[in-house]
């Protein structure tokens, strides 16, 4: 069964600080890995997809197959970056199935 | 585009009684799911409708829940009987069809059962 695993409950950094928010997910054919973000009284939304290669808001996410590896990268933290940010993951053409999350707080 | 719409935003129930939620996906999306947000974890599926057809819901605690997409449109979860650990947010996406990589998801329903 594929499971997503992002360790860390908080990070906080401060304002201009490199980001990064890990994931890691078990599965072991070929997955498709998203990050979606859910910023305060807003709803779940789609912030990148790893097929797409793209930067989103200057956040970026390499999929690493062999350290089974997602993790969620910004060189310069903002204060409007802070959120809830959440790794899922997708095989075939199922639903999604989601880390527990990480709460990104950058402070001034 | 208006977008996932979702009601009521906030229930609470006693254990043992009976609960039904509504979402009306974005007009055109072939496909709705109903996900089960836990505090402190992230959303889990619970049921997966393709039009008004169910493609997954092998996550769905069948004894108590049930959920129907009639006419491949609206769709309503219910829950009957709550039991305590049933207090959660449920939250429903939509997406244009399966296998599409962005769901939209609503503002999502909070139920505590006390």
């Known amino acids: 069964a594929q499971r997503v695993t992002q360790p860390e409950k908080l990070l906080s950094v401060f304002k201009g600080a490199p980001v990064e928010l890990k994931c890691n997910y078990s599965y072991s054919g070929s997955p498709e890995l998203f990050w979606y973000v859910q910023y305060s009284r807003q709803r779940l939304q789609l912030l990148l997809r790893h097929i797409s290669r793209e930067s989103i808001k200057g956040f970026t996410a390499d999929l690493n197959k062999g350290e089974t590896s997602f993790h969620l990268k910004k060189p310069f933290a903002q204060e409007e970056d802070s959120a809830m940010y959440y790794c899922a993951l997708r095989t075939g053409r199922r639903a999604l199935t989601f880390g527990s999350g990480t709460r990104l707080q950058v402070q001034p | 585009e208006a977008g996932v719409a979702q009601s009521p935003r906030y229930k609470i129930i006693e254990k043992r009684q009976s609960v039904a939620f509504w979402c009306n996906p974005i007009?055109?999306?072939?496909?709705l799911y109903w996900y089960q947000q836990i505090l402190g974890q992230g959303p889990k599926l619970l049921i997966q409708?393709?039009?008004?057809?169910?493609?997954?819901d092998s996550q769905l605690p069948k004894d108590r829940f049930s959920a129907e997409r009639l006419k491949g449109v609206d769709s309503t979860l219910k829950i009957q009987p709550a039991k305590l650990e049933d207090s959660a947010v449920y939250l429903c996406a939509s997406s244009p069809r399966r296998g599409e990589e962005t769901q939209y998801f609503g503002p999502g329903t909070r139920l505590l059962v006390l």
């Open positions: 409708f393709q039009n008004n057809g169910v493609v997954d």
């Open positions: 007009s055109g999306h072939a496909t």
